[in-house]
């Protein structure tokens, strides 16, 4: 597993994926609900809304170093897929 700056978000995705043995996904809106309102604060945003694209980019950084696994409509997503040519809701799961 590669070692990543440890931040608040870093910190709750690796938490929850902890939690959920393969198959079973998450959504990465569930990392930013987990961020305490301090933790907001400290991330500079007022809503966890404002914190996606940073949490899609870290997800698909773990998903290029091989730690995880990014779904679309149930089917992971081509390691060529690059997080700016996704639209709509992804899953994310730990790789087995």
Known sequence: ??????????????????????PKTLCPSEVARALSSAELQAEGVGEWRELMPRIRDLVW?????????????????AADVGVESVIGPIRVRRKV
């Open 61 to 77: 950084q773990m998903r290029d170093e091989g730690e995880v696994e990014i779904l679309q409509r149930g089917e992971v997503l």
């Open 1 to 22: 597993m590669t070692v990543h700056i440890s931040t608040p978000i870093s910190t709750h995705l690796q938490t929850l994926l902890s939690k959920r043995a393969p």
